[in-house]
């Protein structure tokens, strides 16, 4: 049951010094649920393998938590701990920051990484800044031209948003929603959420396709749809024209961590 459970029936008699972190995490993982613990402690193990053994370590989980057992998990992903845990405890440093209620933590724990992003890339415009005023400096000049101006002026802008394209549209928001219009900082699996689009069009544009990608933290594509392979015709828009698209879907994917890219693309690839 151990074996079958950790998907190595292939590996079973290999040294288990040979194993990667991935099978001795599965495998350790298969012997801790099989064991009937009455505390389990799982520490980042439902970061291993593909989808589908994430989805049967989910499952055993649930079967260990509705048997009364105790479970207490360790990780880094927000959407694993709002999920599972009736209760959360933010560390900080070996310190305990805030312990309660699962939303609440989590919101706060949220903020504190915003301001530690917020921080740093303000720490790294300080840094671009001094290397342009230093290179005006040393060249002895006693203006910035317009090509500094021009660089000083992209620090300030979200330089975490990347941008392709020719720019004769462009995507100038995106929200998560519910089934109320109300904004959400995240979603469980089974929640029926949609994604809105605002597009901004700078040229007249034919008959553009309008479509999201949903990758995970690796980069793999777990879901995509756009208006054409769903045949639906768009029109024609103009210079200065706005447009609201919306996508909505039943939340299948299991917890974890997942980016968006939106796009609007011609019928000759352009974007």
């Avoid at 298969?30 to 980042?44: F, H, T, Y």
């Avoid at 989980?61 to 405890?89: A, F, N, P, Q």
């Avoid at 933290?217 to 609201?244: A, P, Q, S």
Wanted: proline share 2%; net charge neutral; charged share 30%.
């Amino acid at each position: 049951q151990i074996v079958r459970f950790s998907e190595l029936e292939k590996f079973i008699d290999t040294p288990v010094k040979n194993y990667s972190s991935g099978m001795y995490m599965r495998l350790g993982f298969s012997i801790a649920i099989n064991v009937n613990p009455d505390i389990l402690l799982v520490d980042e193990v439902l970061a291993v393998g593909d989808q589908s053994f994430q989805a049967k370590c989910y499952k055993a989980i649930y079967d260990i938590m509705r048997r009364g057992k105790t479970i207490i998990i360790v990780s880094h992903d927000l959407e694993t701990i709002s999920d599972l845990c009736s209760r959360v405890v933010f560390l900080k440093e070996g310190k305990i920051i805030d312990i309660g209620n699962p939303v609440m933590v989590v919101s706060q724990y949220r903020a504190y990484i915003e301001e530690l992003e917020k921080k740093r890339a303000e720490d790294q415009q300080k840094e671009e800044r001094k290397k342009i005023f230093k290179t005006v400096i040393e060249s002895s000049r006693k203006v910035v031209d317009g090509e500094d101006i021009e660089k000083l002026s992209r620090l300030d802008s979200e330089q975490n948003i990347k941008r392709f394209g020719s720019g004769d549209a462009i995507i100038t928001d995106i929200k998560l929603l519910d089934e109320n219009e109300n904004k959400l900082d995240y979603c469980k699996y089974g929640d029926e959420v949609k994604i809105a689009l605002g597009i901004k069009f700078n040229r007249k544009v034919e008959n553009p396709i309008f479509g999201i990608r949903i990758t995970d933290f690796k980069d793999n594509i777990v879901y995509g749809t756009n208006t054409r392979t769903n045949n639906l015709k768009t029109k024609v828009y103009n210079n200065g024209e706005n447009l609201r698209v919306e996508f909505t879907f039943k939340v299948t994917i299991i917890g974890g961590n997942y980016y968006v890219t939106p796009a609007v693309g011609y019928k000759d690839s352009r974007t």
